[in-house]
C-alpha cells in the first residue's frame, strides 16, 4: 500500500511538475514579444462602468467612515523589526521569493512548509519581492500592466494563486478566488461597518486590460505560474499591498507591543476592539472560518493581519455562508439561537464581564501569538463587537437598499462572478435585525 501511495505522490508531482515547466517554456516565449509590445502599451484607468469599483468608491467617500478606516494606519510604513519571519515569507526562507498565502490581501496568512511542492530552479534567482521594503501602489485604478511591472513572485501555499506584484508605482496584490463574489461582498460589509480592507477591484481576464495583465506578468514571470494559475480564469482580485504580520507570525514580543506588557495599552484596547468588530462582520455572515465565537473551529490566525506601526486589525479573506432558511429551516433557527443568546450576553454584561464566547476568542489570540491579553482583553473585544450592534443608526450602508444594490453590481458580470449564489443580502439583515 506504501509503494502504490508513494507511486501516487510521484506521479502527481511529476505532473505538475511537467505542467509548470510547460507554463515555464510559454512564458519565456510570450517574454520578448510582450517587451516589444511594452513601448505601446495601453494605461489602463477604471472606467465608470465598473459597478463594484463605483460602489466600493460610494463607501470610501464618507468622510468619517474613510478617517476612521485608515486611522492609526500608516500606509508607507515597513513592518516593525521582530524575531519573526514575515507573514508572507515561510519560516526558514525569510526574504526570498518564497512565500505564503495572504489570499486577501494584501496581507499574509498561515505558513506552509517550505519547499513543499515546489521545484527551486535557477529562475527562482531572477526577481525577489521585498516584503520589508515594499510599499502600496497608490493608485489602484490606474495602470500599465505592459510596462510598469518589475516582478512577481507566487505564494507557495494555496491552489488558486496569490501573487505579489512589484510595478514602477508600487506593490500590488493579485489573486484567484473559487468564491469571489462572496469575498468582495463581505468586504464591502466590513468597510461600512468600519474594518480596514485594503483597496481592491475585480479585472475580467478577457478584458482589453485583463489580456494585457496576464501577458505583462506572464513576461515576468520566469515560473510560468501566472499563467498556469490564473491564465484559465474568467476574473482576478487585485489588492493594495499593506505591511504586516498575520496573528500566526506575530510572535510574543510583537504581540506585546501591539497590545502592552504588564496590562493593556491604549493601542491594545484599540487594537483588539478592532478585533472585535470583525467579530461581528463575522456572526452577520456566518463566517465561523476566523475565530470559534459561536462556531466549533480550530480558527484561522491567518484571516486577521495586524498592520506595520501600531497593529491596525485588518480583516483577511472575509466570507459569507448564509443559510437558506427555505432549505435549511432548522439550521437557520439554530443559528439565530445562537446569535440571540450572544447579543443578550452582550447587553446585559459586554462592559463588565467577560462572556464564555469571547472567552474562547481570547484563548486563541493566545494559541496564536503566545500573548494572553487576559479577560480584560476579552472586555475589550466585547466592546468592539458592541460598538457595532449598540450603534445600528449609525452604520447606513447596512439597509435592504443597499445590500441589494451591492448584489446588483457583483451580478453584473459577464462572465459571472464565481459564487454569486452566496451572496444573500436577506441573511445578513435576519442576523442584523437581532442586534
Known sequence: HNLVFSRGNNQAMGLKKKLMMQAAAAAAAEAGAADN???????????????????????????????????????????????APHPNATADTAGTTDTTDTADAAAATASTASG????????????????????PKEDLGSACWGRDVVGVVRSDAGAEGVFFVQTTGGAVVLKGSKSMAPEVFSCLLGTALGIYCPQWRVIPTGSPEGKELIAGLSAKDASGRVKLNLGSLTHVLLKGFLSGQHLGELGGKRAGEVFGVGGLSENGRKRLREIGRILALDVLTNNGDRFPLIWDNRGNPGNVMMAAGLGKAVSIDSQIQPIDCAQHRPQFD??????????QGLKEHGDTAELLQFKRVREKLLEFTTHDVGPSGGIELQRGFLEVSNNKDQFTYVTKEKLEAWREAITSYDPPLVGTAGVDPEFVLAIWDLF
Do not use: H, I, N
Not at 54 to 73: E, F, I, N
Not at 334 to 343: H, I, Q, S, W
Open 334 to 343: 439554530a443559528y439565530l439561537d445562537k446569535v440571540r443568546e450572544l447579543v
Open 116 to 135: 513543499k511542492y515546489k521545484w527551486t530552479t535557477t529562475l527562482d534567482a531572477q526577481f525577489s519581492f521585498d516584503f520589508k521594503t515594499a510599499t
Open 37 to 83: 509590445a511594452g513601448e505601446s502599451a495601453t494605461v489602463w484607468t477604471v472606467g465608470a462602468d465598473d459597478a463594484l469599483w463605483a460602489v466600493q468608491g460610494d463607501l470610501l467617500a464618507v468622510d468619517a467612515l474613510s478617517d476612521s478606516l485608515t486611522a492609526d494606519l500608516d500606509l508607507a510604513c515597513s513592518p516593525p523589526s521582530s524575531s
